[in-house]
């Protein structure tokens, strides 16, 4: 699936033009790849090298880099993105959540991704669940839900359903800050706008998986700054239990800014905490 790179160096044509290029035009090039290999294959790919491989590649030839990641097709804009070096240099990016939620949602499973950023749960998830499954992929940042639509089309998988919004716990807008350094560190933010803020549609979980036809949900990945705890409490509050996800990774690296502990209100309503990384808890219901 891939195709001869670009003629033009990718730092010369339009961002448009970026997304309209079909998948494989930026295939990393040959000293690319070797370097992307080396990472791979050694102790390179861990967190603290990413940032200086990130610059070595950028020099190699400037733009973003197709390339296939747990079975899917993804273009990395990894210059700016954290995620997106994650993935693109650790082929085992996050492995222990993925094969967690893989393990917990059935082929023709629903998997609903709160916070999808540019698809690396959503896309190896779709790939799991098949064409008989779905995958709800949430994600409200104009700029990283257009590399999420874009990493679907190359991935064919027409069973995941976007949504270009942020999931809250009322239906209306939220404003979203972007961390120039970091483009899937976006979070909400309240009070007056800032210069860096955005406003976005804010829809409630339970509207979306009624919107999207779900009737129940095999597994629910959520990774959304802070803002956890407004989205799941409100709706194991609002939702019938039909509905509740029988197997949840959140993330708990921004715990502090919660309003209320949503782990402790999930072990309230049955669910068990059987494993935690450094970023992410996982639950399943009992």
């Known amino acids: 699936m891939t195709t001869p790179t670009h003629p033009l160096a990718p730092a010369a044509i339009a961002a448009n033009d970026l997304a309209a290029s079909p998948f494989g035009t930026f295939t990393p090039n040959a000293v690319q790849a070797a ?9 390179l790919k861990r967190g603290a090298f990413r940032p200086m491989l990130s610059r070595l590649v950028n020099l ?36 222990e959540e993925l094969d967690f939620l893989r393990a917990h949602t059935p082929v023709g499973g629903v998997f609903v991704d709160v916070g999808a950023n540019v698809g690396t749960y959503a896309m190896p998830l779709a790939r799991h669940v098949g064409e008989s499954g779905k995958v709800i992929a949430i994600e409200p940042h ?79 990945k959520i990774d959304v700054e802070g803002y956890e705890d407004r989205v799941l409490t409100g709706f194991f509050q609002e939702a019938p239990s039909s509905l509740w996800p029988r197997a949840v990774v959140v993330e708990h690296l921004s715990r502090n800014e919660w309003l209320a502990d949503c782990i402790a209100d999930m072990r309230a309503r049955g669910y068990a905490e059987t494993g935690k990384t450094r970023s992410n808890t996982l639950l399943v219901k009992q």
């Open 35 to 43: 370097v992307i290999s080396l990472a791979q294959r050694s102790r």
């Open 142 to 220: 104009p700029v990283t839900h257009a590399r999420l639509s874009f990493n679907r089309a190359a991935s064919g998988f027409t069973q995941v359903v976007l949504v270009a919004a942020a999931a809250g716990d009322a239906d209306g807008e939220l404003m979203i800050e972007t961390d120039g350094d970091n483009l899937g560190a976006s979070h909400i933010v309240s009070g007056e706008r800032t210069g860096n803020a955005i406003t976005v549609p804010s829809l409630r979980l339970q509207r979306i998986l009624g919107d999207a036809g779900a009737t129940h949900v095999d597994a629910l």
């Open 60 to 95: 190699l030839r400037a733009g973003p880099v197709d390339v296939p990641y747990q079975g899917a097709s993804f273009r990395f804009y990894h210059q700016a993105s954290a995620t997106e070096r994650g993935a693109l240099f650790n082929p085992d990016y996050n492995i």
